[in-house]
């Protein structure tokens, strides 16, 4: 009920400003081509957890069979070309056999499985909506307070730019795929967390999902508090005749007393903090458990995911590490209220609450001696964020069930043959 409650109300916050919200854009891609297909697709593969493997084959061959269709009707209609609608109906289906087949504790699993890929996609569009409010209700943007406070990182998002731009078409075309599909990469890693639903009938305590729908619901409200466009916008060709200079990433912007800066009413102000470092800081987390494989795709994503935030010049380096503390003191909030609330957990909590904060009331009211003492400014940063870490990592480690080994039986010893 809260969930639906606050997707009515970015509904009627987005047709206040004449857009259709995040309901209307769902609705409509029942028919119309999808905005992601392979968001569609990922959602319905979350959904599926919860199904038998004959029911999963049935599902993603209707999907296909439906896709194919819609396919067939576009084509000589000169319409967008995208798949995913089928992904939509078989959610949708589901939907409606869990209420009018299903009874008791499959009804519930089977609800929960749809409510779990629905809530992926809407996530997606109750985002695209929240980064429209932040446009048009944010006349102007901090961008230049937090480009002098990135003076005491070294201007990472100018270094990598650079970086990026001399790898070529290659780097930048790998690149801005990690960046795009940072959902798919979610989805693989949860797949694998929820790989025994279907067994056991029930989902487990704590997995990625929930953490990257609290990332998203609760990332935006920082953006209508700290507003910034990011470095391609207020310093590059990206910014037009908005933007302050053509700087990025060639030149590094002077020191200077930092003012609030008029912006667009278009471009999202969605930095800080930098909810694709969140994401992909959560995803490598929960990849930790996973097989070899996992752990090492996880750790690239994470990777990838840095360089192209930085790389593209979407983000500066002050975004961030507030993104790495913001994930961990999410991470650590939703841990505790699966597995329950001790000392430890409350402080790890409270410590992340405090960084972060300090951080960003450090980037807006002293970021001239931030930047003038990059010696100093950088490396307690640095250690505050490391403080978060090691934290998170001890309680963790601590909290960790142990798995005692059941206890050896006694082999039989065999008898001797009389003679």
């Keep these: 009920m809260v969930a ?20 209307t854009n769902q ?17 319905m593969a979350l959904m599926m957890v919860v199904l038998s493997w004959r029911e999963r084959f049935i599902a993603m061959g209707a999907a296909v069979g439906i896709d194919l269709v819609f396919f067939l009707v576009r084509w000589p209609l000169h319409a967008k070309m995208m798949f995913g609608n089928g992904a939509l109906w078989v959610i949708l289906a589901c939907a409606v ?14 609800l929960k499985g749809v409510g779990l890929g629905l809530l992926l996609v809407a996530g997606r569009k109750t985002g ?11 006349p102007s943007v901090l961008d230049q307070y937090v480009a002098t406070a990135d003076h005491a990182l070294g201007n990472p998002s100018w270094l990598a730019g650079r970086i990026v731009e001399a790898t070529g078409t290659v780097g930048s075309h790998i690149l ?21 639903v279907s067994t056991e009938r029930r989902f487990p305590a704590h997995h990625l999902v929930r953490t990257f729908l609290v990332i998203g619901l609760l990332g935006p409200a920082i953006y209508m508090i700290f507003p910034v466009v990011g470095p391609i916008f207020a310093y590059g060709t990206d910014g037009g005749h908005w933007a302050l200079a053509d700087l990025w990433p060639h030149v590094s912007p002077t020191i200077a007393a ?14 800080m903090p930098s909810l694709h470092t969140a994401w992909a800081t959560a995803i490598f987390l929960h990849s930790r458990k996973g097989p070899l494989g996992l752990r090492i795709g996880g750790a690239l994503w994470l990777l990838a995911t840095l360089g192209a935030t930085l790389g593209f010049g979407y983000h500066y380096g002050t975004d961030i590490i507030a993104g790495v503390v913001f994930t961990l003191t999410v991470e650590a909030g939703l841990r505790a209220l699966s597995f329950g609330w ?65 206890p050896r039986q006694p082999q039989p010893q065999p008898q001797p043959e009389l003679a």
């Design 97 to 110: 056999i869990a209420v009018v087949r299903r009874t008791g504790n499959e009804r519930v699993l089977l």
């Design 128 to 138: 695209d909506t929240w980064l429209l409010i932040t446009s048009k209700t944010r």
């Design 342 to 406: 001790d000392r430890a957990s409350i402080r790890l909590v409270a410590h992340g609450a405090i960084v972060f904060t300090a951080l960003l009331l450090s980037y807006r009211y002293l970021p001239l001696q931030m930047a003038h003492l990059p010696w100093v400014a950088g490396p307690l940063m640095l250690l505050a964020v490391a403080s978060v870490v090691h934290r998170y990592v001890r309680t963790v480690k601590e909290l960790e069930p142990v798995v005692i080994p059941a």
């Design 27 to 43: 609705a409509r891609e029942v028919i119309f081509a999808p905005k992601s297909g392979p968001l569609l697709y990922a959602g």
């Design 4 to 23: 639906l409650a606050f997707l009515v109300l970015l509904e009627i916050a987005a047709r206040h400003y004449g857009m259709p919200g995040p309901m």
């Design 258 to 271: 930092p003012h609030h800066m008029p912006f667009d009413e278009h471009t999202p102000r969605n930095c």
């Design 176 to 196: 801005d795929y990690v960046y795009i599909q940072l959902a798919v990469a979610a989805v693989i890693v949860a797949l694998y967390q929820l790989r025994h």
